[in-house]
C-alpha cells in the first residue's frame, strides 16, 4: 500500500471547503516521492534542471528504471538489481540511440 501526507485532514478538510471543483482535480509540487508499508522509497516523480523524470525503485531501494526528458530529449533507462544500468534507449535531436551495458555498466552495444 502505498501512501502520501499532503497534510493533515483537519487542514484538508477545511481547504477543500474553499477550493473551487477545478482546484480539488490539481496537487501541485515539485516532487512526489511513494513509499511502500516499510517506508521504503518505490517511486519518485521530480522536476530536475534539465525536465521531468520518473524513477522506479525495488523492495530494497535500489533504482531499477527511470524515464526522464533531459533537454525535452525523451530517455529510458533500466538498471540492474545493483543499480548498474543495463539498457537505455533515447530519441536525441542526432537521432535515435540504444545502448546495452555489462554487468559493470559498461556499454557493449550502442547504436547512434
Known amino acids: 500500500m502505498y501512501r502520501a501526507t499532503l497534510w493533515k ?3 484538508q478538510n477545511k481547504r477543500e471547503a474553499i ?3 477545478d482546484e480539488r482535480k490539481k496537487i501541485i509540487a515539485n516532487r512526489f516521492i511513494l513509499e511502500d508499508e516499510n517506508r521504503m522509497v518505490r517511486a519518485e516523480l521530480s522536476v530536475l534542471k534539465k525536465g521531468p523524470m ?3 525503485y525495488d523492495e530494497n531501494g535500489t533504482v531499477r528504471a527511470e524515464l526522464s526528458l533531459d533537454d525535452n530529449e525523451p530517455m529510458l ?3 540492474d538489481k545493483n ?3 543495463r539498457a537505455g534507449l533515447a530519441v536525441l535531436k542526432k537521432g535515435p540511440g540504444l545502448a546495452l551495458c555489462d554487468e ?3 556499454a557493449i552495444w550502442e547504436a547512434p
Open 104 to 106: 559493470n555498466g559498461k
Open 83 to 85: 543499480g548498474k544500468p
Open 77 to 79: 533507462a533500466l538498471y
Open 19 to 21: 477550493m473551487s471543483p
Open 9 to 11: 485532514l483537519n487542514i
Open 54 to 56: 520518473l524513477a522506479l
